[in-house]
């Protein structure tokens, strides 16, 4: 069983620039979810995408935008970046969408985005 | 507005003693609740879970325990052992949507 991965793992990017971080689900989830962990923070919720569309989302701006394809592979965008746009991006994939199932969601290393 | 919130950044405790670690929520809507670990340079992986039904759920040498009146949750580990050591976040879920609110993580390191 394959489990969540993420590219790339570090990038440096510099501001107004674009960035495009990818993720491949665990086998057999179709339920994508990206989370942000700044420094010392707890990681918040991005936005979900279940089935292709974009189930739920956090308190972020729209630059923060996202695709999921039909392998349920995933990709979030950031447009615009800003200096505090700098953290670690996780991405979580689950069985179903929602609270289906026990509801824990399986992480990736994650991307760590530093923006100068 | 934090709604998960861990307040203690770090615990240090000696090999085979008790480790707890806690973490309080304000919203009520809140009715699934976990515990994640991690290590440097990996992702969180899941650890526990509870239901707002159970007031304790057991797994192994970690249990946590759920006090919905006062809003606040605990894991235990015991005994601790070294490889414990790693950050520790809780995270509520509520009744609706799509999306898990973690604290800001507790720093646990566990003394040979």
């Known amino acids: 069983e394959t489990g969540v991965t993420q590219s790339p793992t570090h990038l440096i990017k510099t501001r107004g620039q674009q960035v495009t971080l990818r993720c491949s689900s665990q086998?057999?989830?179709?339920?994508v979810s990206w989370y942000q962990q700044a420094l010392g923070q707890g990681p918040q919720f991005i936005f979900q995408?279940?089935?292709?569309?974009?189930?739920g989302r956090g308190n972020f701006p729209p630059r923060f935008s996202g695709l999921q394809f039909p392998n349920y592979s995933s990709e979030l965008n950031v447009n615009a970046l800003e200096l505090d746009d700098s953290a670690l991006y996780l991405c979580?994939?689950?069985?179903?969408?929602?609270?289906?199932?026990?509801?824990?969601?399986?992480f990736g290393e994650g991307s760590r985005l530093t923006v100068l | 507005d934090q709604q998960v919130k861990q307040n203690s950044p770090s615990l240090s405790v000696q090999e085979g003693r008790i480790s707890i670690l806690n973490c309080d929520y304000t919203?009520?809507?809140?009715?699934?609740f976990l515990w994640y670990k991690k290590y440097p340079a990996e992702g969180p992986t899941f650890l526990i879970s509870?239901?707002?039904?159970?007031d304790k759920n057991e797994d192994g040498r970690f249990t946590v325990f759920l006090n919905k009146s006062a809003k606040h949750l605990s894991l235990h580990i015991v005994p601790s052992q070294p490889g414990d050591s790693a950050v520790y976040f809780c995270?509520?879920?509520?009744?609706?949507?799509?999306?898990?609110?973690f604290g800001t993580g507790t720093s646990l390191t566990v003394i040979p």
């Open positions: 979580a994939s689950s069985p179903r969408g929602g609270r289906a199932g026990s509801g824990e969601l399986f």
């Open positions: 086998s057999g989830h179709n339920t």
């Open positions: 995408y279940y089935r292709e569309e974009e189930n």
């Open positions: 919203n009520s809507m809140f009715d699934y």
């Open positions: 509870i239901s707002s039904i159970k």
């Open positions: 995270a509520a879920h509520p009744n609706t949507g799509n999306q898990f609110y």
